[in-house]
Every structure is written in C-alpha cells, then in structure tokens.
C-alpha cells in the first residue's frame, strides 16, 4: 500500500484507498483530494474532450479500435464509458450521466434507425445484422451499466434476465456441445448458438444479488466457461456477411504458456477479476495458475517486478484497453509496475482472502 501511495498514478492510488484499504484506515481528505486531482488526470480530460453532446465517442458504441470496413476510427462508447469508471470517475459525473441516457435508450430497444450506429449503412441491405446489432448493444450496455454501480435499477435487471433466458436457451441445447459448424473451408459459428460474450460475463459479474437469485444458472455457466475453447479459428456469419469474433467465449479464454504466464495479461487479469466477482477463481486451473504465477513476480513488498519489463504489456485481443494501463505514461520503471501491483491486490481483495498491509 504504501508502494502504490507514493509511485502510483492519481487514479491508482484512488482506487487503494476507496477498494482495497479497510475503511477506518482511509483518509476522507486524501481521498477528496484525489478526486479532485483525478478531474484534471491527463487520462481523463482526454477522453472528455472526445466526448460528443449525445453521449458518444467516434460515432460507434462497441469499437475496439479503428475499423475501416465499419468506418470506425477510434475506441467506441462502451469502452471509453467504462474506462472512465475503471480510471475511478463516479457515476454522478456530467459525461457519465451523459452517456448514461443513451444506455438506457438501448436498453428499451428503440427502434430508431440512428441507434444502429457503426452498423447502420452496412444495416440498410442485411436485415439479420439489425437483429445481431440491437443484442450486442443492448448486452454491452447493460454490462457497462452494471459496472457503473447500477445494479439494481430495474432496465438493467430486466437486461440481465433477458440475458439469463438466452444463454440458459444455449447451455442446455445441442449447439452448446457444438458451438461452431464447418461450411465450405471454415468453420462459423453455430446458427443456432448464443453463447456468452465477455460482456454478459462482466453483466452478471458486476450482480452479487442478482447472480445468488440465478445461482442454478450461475453453476451451468460457470460449467461451460471451465471447458477448453475450440482451438480452431471461426467466424461469424450474420446474413451473408461474416464478422471476426471478438467478444465471444466458447470455453476457458485464457491462456498460459509452459511456465504459467498469461499470453494476454492485461485480458488475463481483467478476465480474473470477473471470476473473483463470480466466486469461480478459485475453481479455475489456468486462473489459478496464471495468478500463482504473478504472485511469484512479486517482491517482498508485494510489488509486481516482472523482469524485462520496457513497456506496458500489451494485449492482442484489445479487449482490455478500458481497463489496462491505468497509469497514463510507461516512462517510469515504477509505472510500468504499479497497473499489475494494484490489481494483484484488488484481485486479494475480491477474493476476501486475509490481507496484510504495508
């Protein structure tokens, strides 16, 4: 704790005083101040700044990056919003209350043709990719709601039972044993599957209450995500046009090589921090494995030092750009360490284990 305090970034050691210290240690004064500091973090004006009137960044909502097909040119809505909340920015603030409204639109399935957004030039000759569209959306912007604390209004719980219903459809149907089919040289995903997504994951992730009422649910999922995922390559066939997939899961996702290092870290430590939530780290071989191996990284002071360690790690899948780095500039050794430090301890925290604080 007091490594984070001194080298780590406004947003970091915000977030070590307001989720991993026990309450009656946290300074209500540091903590005020942070928050007014974080108004003016360079990782926050940023992305403000891009922010239109209606709510929405680069003109899209569920962007990764740039994409020359869809016209997208930089990270969408969901990610920008939950970036901003993953950088410690409440949910009273004006741009996430902005955004907010527009979630909610989604989340009644308006029909207006301007909510299509990235997909609705491509929309206008594919109808099933208005129907494809409308679900990813609505799906993504519940989970970011949910993330934003918002767990109990009533369109975000309606949102995760819709969710519920589909995916309980899938697990218990033959599509969930074969969840991709072969057609001509490749291999699609299965017509009739739904299979999870990581945001109907980080949806019932980010809903204790919610997920206890499910609970029966909860342990199928949590089944069908321990299972290894096909290693063959598919795609997804919407109409007649066919989409990379990017946020399906059919199987365990993360990875590690021979000496239990995840391929993906910055995935890696937001896809545990999900089990955490769920209760299911623990019951997880490649999780457990990955975080044993992190831990070893650690030194005495519980500080991540990786060795070799130049830059941010990078994450392939993009996945993971609204929550990895936090730290705003890899210049610093101490930066570069303080982003995996401080979700080791979070993750501690999640997992309710015994802390010891230094």
Not at 46 to 57: H, P
Not at 192 to 204: G, R, T
């Amino acid at each position: 704790m007091t490594w984070l305090r001194t080298h780590a970034s406004t947003p970091i050691r915000l977030r070590t005083l307001t989720e991993i210290l026990p309450p009656e240690a946290v300074d209500r004064e540091e903590v005020a101040a942070l928050r007014s500091e974080l108004l003016q973090y360079k990782g926050v004006t940023e992305i403000i700044k891009k922010q239109r009137s209606n709510g929405v960044w680069a003109s899209n909502i569920l962007g990764l990056g740039e994409s020359k097909s869809l016209g997208i040119k930089d990270i969408g809505t969901v990610s920008q919003y939950r970036r901003l909340l993953e950088l410690g920015v409440p949910v009273t603030d004006g741009a996430v209350q902005l955004t907010n409204r527009l979630f909610y639109r989604l989340l009644s399935r308006d029909m207006d043709p301007k909510l299509l957004f990235e997909y609705q030039k491509a929309a206008k000759t594919n109808p099933d990719l208005v129907i494809w569209a409308r679900a990813s959306m609505h799906e993504a912007a519940a989970a970011a709601l949910a993330h934003a604390g918002l767990v109990e209004d009533p369109r975000v719980r309606g949102a995760a039972q819709h969710v519920v219903d589909a995916l309980s459809h899938f697990l218990k149907s033959d599509a969930a044993t074969k969840p991709t089919v072969k057609k001509g040289m490749r291999h699609i995903l299965n017509p009739d599957a739904h299979p999870p997504s990581i945001y109907s994951v980080a949806l019932l992730a980010y809903m204790p209450n919610f997920q206890r009422e499910q609970a029966s649910f909860i342990e199928l999922l949590q089944q069908f995500l321990a299972q290894p995922a096909p290693k063959k390559s598919f795609v997804v066939l919407v109409g007649k046009k066919s989409y990379k997939p990017t946020t399906q899961i059919l199987g365990d996702p993360l990875q590690n090589d021979s000496a239990g290092r995840p391929k993906d870290l910055p995935f890696a430590l937001h896809w545990m921090e999900l089990l955490a939530r769920l209760n299911w780290l623990r019951a997880s071989p490649s999780a457990q494995r990955a975080l044993a191996r992190l831990l070893k990284d650690c030194d005495a002071e519980g500080v991540w030092t990786a060795k070799g360690l130049r830059s941010f790690p990078k994450s392939p899948a993009g996945l993971t750009r609204f929550t990895f780095p936090l730290e705003h500039s890899d210049k610093k050794q101490e930066a570069r360490r303080a982003d995996v430090t401080f979700r080791l301890a979070h993750l501690a925290k999640l997992m309710g284990l015994e802390l010891e604080y230094r």
